[in-house]
């Protein structure tokens, strides 16, 4: 591939105008030994996709490369080396870190380097939104075995590593796929420990960000909430626990207090089907199967995962790095499609509301 050149000569010419509102968007390409790159390659290979914005793909080109020859997709991109790469123009670039060597034909596993090669992406692309070069990350999939053994222990995953860069103290996990929106109340956390750390403040915060996120980001002038309740039947009155009425209920009564529309807690086996018919804009479920099952069961390569509580948008596919498949050309694109479609919508409605703010 020729360095610095475009892959192809079928590229359409945008005006100033068009890439003025054309948002940049980062996108890492995850754990080098798993499905990231052929994900990104896949996803970005539609022309639809590529018209929703401009990309920079910090990873290993000749990985991207690899990928693309599998899948006998010509490449699209530009590659130029990962500290060369300031602004585009135009389609995509591969911002290209070289002086990582590929996994091995066995390496489809957690390694050391994958972690450090994995991190080393994120960190630039956090770094180039951080200085105004780009608008929205999408994060294709890292292994959290292979943060832990290239020394990274702090941070269990995205989610965390990108609060501690951005000073945010509150994140939550939302799942979009698209007539459902769901936010959790607790991630990875065992069910038995869940009844630990089962608090007013974990059920309040995931109302508020979701509600924040559906006015400011996806602009619903006033979202209405269903939050689910933890025990079958909503506790029945106490008869199955009272967690519903001594943490949840206080919850929704804060959140109310504040301006949201909220009604719960909800059964949790009526409640998904309720939005799905148009009842409610979005859900909080409590912990991480009870809301990701209706997810999944819907749109399960249709379903994005969306940070909410940072000061960007940030969003990634709702899988891992599939080490199993990798080298299969298997890898199914949907979800990273999804993911980067909906950064781009959401970081042109924030584009279009700071205009609109700094308009005289």
């Known amino acids: 591939m020729e360095e610095d050149k475009p892959n192809n000569t079928g590229t359409a010419q945008i005006n100033a105008a068009d890439v003025a509102r054309k948002p940049i968007i980062a996108v890492t390409m995850g754990d080098p030994g798993g499905i990231g790159a052929e994900v990104v390659v896949k996803a ?5 996709i590529r018209e929703s914005g401009r990309f920079i793909i910090y990873g290993l080109n000749e990985l991207m490369s690899y990928a693309a020859d599998s899948a006998e997709i010509a490449p699209y991109w530009w590659r130029r080396p990962h500290e060369a790469v300031r602004k585009i123009e135009s389609g995509a670039v591969v911002a290209d870190f070289d002086e990582f060597g590929l996994p091995g034909p066995r390496n489809a596993q957690p390694t050391a380097q994958g972690g450090l090669a994995s991190m080393r992406f994120l960190e ?20 959290k075995t292979s943060w832990h053994m290239a020394g990274y222990k702090r941070w269990p995953g995205h989610t965390e590593w990108l609060a501690e860069q951005f000073h945010t103290r509150r994140v939550t996990m939302m799942f979009d796929a698209g007539r459902l929106r769901v936010a959790l ?29 559906l006015r400011e980001w996806f602009g619903i002038e006033l979202p209405r909430l269903a939050v689910c309740a ?6 029945e009155g106490g008869r199955f626990g009272d967690e519903e009425t001594r943490i949840i209920e206080p919850a929704i009564t804060m959140a109310r207090e504040h301006g949201c529309h909220v009604e719960g807690p909800l059964p949790a086996d009526t409640v998904f089907g309720d939005a799905l018919a148009g009842r409610y804009d979005g859900v909080v479920a409590m912990y991480h199967d009870q809301g990701l099952i209706p997810i999944k069961l819907l749109a399960f390569h249709r379903a994005v995962n969306v940070s909410l509580g940072l000061p960007i948008v940030r969003t990634s596919p709702d899988h891992g790095t599939a080490f199993d498949i990798v080298g299969t050309n298997t890898a199914n694109p949907g979800s990273m499609k999804a993911a980067i479609l909906l950064a781009c919508r959401l970081a042109r409605f924030r584009m279009a509301a700071a205009s609109a703010v700094s308009a005289p």
């Open 124 to 143: 630039e692309a956090v770094a180039s939104i951080k200085a105004g070069r780009a608008h929205a990350l999408v994060t294709a999939p890292i292994s």
């Open 185 to 213: 109340a607790s991630t990875h956390l065992g069910l038995f420990e869940l009844r630990n750390r089962f608090t007013i403040g974990l059920v309040h915060q995931p109302i508020d960000l979701l509600d924040r996120a």
């Open 44 to 48: 970005l290979a539609d022309p639809q």
């Open 230 to 235: 933890l025990n079958p039947h909503a506790g």
